[in-house]
């Protein structure tokens, strides 16, 4: 059976302010770790006022503590935002601190606007545009200790210097981060939740790409998808209004907390309004338990996904929860 695993956004409603998601996020991962799933990866997301999980580092601590199974990890630091070495001195900590069950999933974007891009990184140095892969290749480094005789850094330790850095996961919405992952051999999340892309051909292109590692034998693929499912269709459809409403704001540079079902319906809603919204449900996983594993089962057979990563922006906590369990009992019927 293809193994879940759950990212979480420590989501913000009208009715739970960011310091309550944060408790939530823990609360959703001792009841998801119950439920049978593999992973459970924290977001990297800044001034957003729908999304509470701005420091995954310090969360992922928090998880694996109150958790004794699932792994934990990133997903993702986004690597503009932080210093290589800061990067690699936290992920081994926390890997001395839960051994074999961190993850380190790494983010090209800044997961932020542009402003708040700027202050985060504006102490940090003066290097402008994509410096992604020099970073990477930097952290990479930090764990190998290959700096050159000579080199500034070697004779830098990272600490704890005894403790790995945890396996390494590219995650990405287009197909770069998927070509790079293959010939780093490292594994690869797509972000199909809220990529424009079609997912299919980056998770091939990763397979196609991939070269084994010391890390990694053989290449190892996460789709990640949003999904929203409930008793029934119809239940789903209401609680769906969430998801649609909010992306509907963010399109048009409007960031607010997660709205309920009752005021994204109460929304006086336009056809140009209805037709994005219709669009953007194509990302969406949402149904009765056998609609949804239908539908995400043919996904996995077409992306040839080793693992799937569910999302879920559902407004009320209690229904969250059901509708991660209602997914697993019919993933594992099905």
């Known amino acids: 059976m293809t193994p879940l695993s759950v990212l979480d956004l420590s989501f913000v409603t009208t009715q739970t302010p960011p310091s309550k998601a944060l408790a939530r996020t823990v609360q959703l991962a001792q009841a998801v770790e119950r439920l049978g799933y593999e992973r459970f990866w924290l977001a990297e997301h800044h001034s957003m006022p729908s999304i509470a999980s701005s420091a995954p580092d310090i969360m992922i601590g928090r998880v694996a503590a109150a958790t004794t199974r699932m792994r934990v990890g990133s997903g993702g630091i986004m690597l503009t935002n932080h ?11 926390l890997e001395a601190l839960f051994p074999g069950r961190i993850d380190l999933g790494l983010g090209r974007a800044p997961g932020t606007d542009q402003t708040t891009a700027y202050a985060l ?30 080199h500034p850094f070697h004779r830098v330790q990272a600490m704890p210097s005894d403790a790995p850095l945890p396996p390494l996961w590219l995650l990405g ?28 051909e980056p ?34 459809e209401r609680l769906s209004l969430t998801y649609d409403l909010n ?32 669009q953007r ?9 056998q609609t949804v594993v239908a539908r995400l089962k043919d996904f996995v057979r077409e992306t040839q996904a080793d693992e799937v990563m569910v999302t879920s922006s559902i407004f009320d906590f209690d229904a969250r929860v059901r509708s991660y369990e209602f997914l697993m009992e019919a993933w594992r019927a099905g």
């Open 281 to 289: 449900r194509r990302r969406l996983f949402a149904g009765s338990p």
């Open 203 to 236: 998770m091939r292109a990763y397979r196609v790409a991939f070269e084994p590692s010391q890390a990694l034998a053989q290449p190892y693929s996460v789709i990640a998808v949003a999904a929203v499912v409930a008793e029934t269709d119809e239940e789903a």
């Open 173 to 200: 919405s287009s197909d770069y981060s998927a070509h790079l992952a293959g010939r780093i051999g490292a594994g690869y999340a797509f972000a199909s939740h809220f990529s424009d892309h079609d997912a299919v």
């Open 83 to 93: 210093a290589p070495l800061v990067v690699a001195e936290r992920f081994k900590t």
């Open 121 to 150: 990184r504006r102490r940090l140095d003066e290097r402008q545009g994509d410096d992604f892969l020099e970073r990477l290749q930097e952290l990479m480094l930090w764990e190998t200790r290959a700096f050159p005789e000579g």
């Open 247 to 278: 992306w509907l704001r963010r399109a048009r540079g409007v960031l607010l907390p997660l709205p309920s079902p009752e005021e994204a319906a109460a929304h006086p809603w336009t056809d140009q309004e209805r037709a994005y919204v219709a």
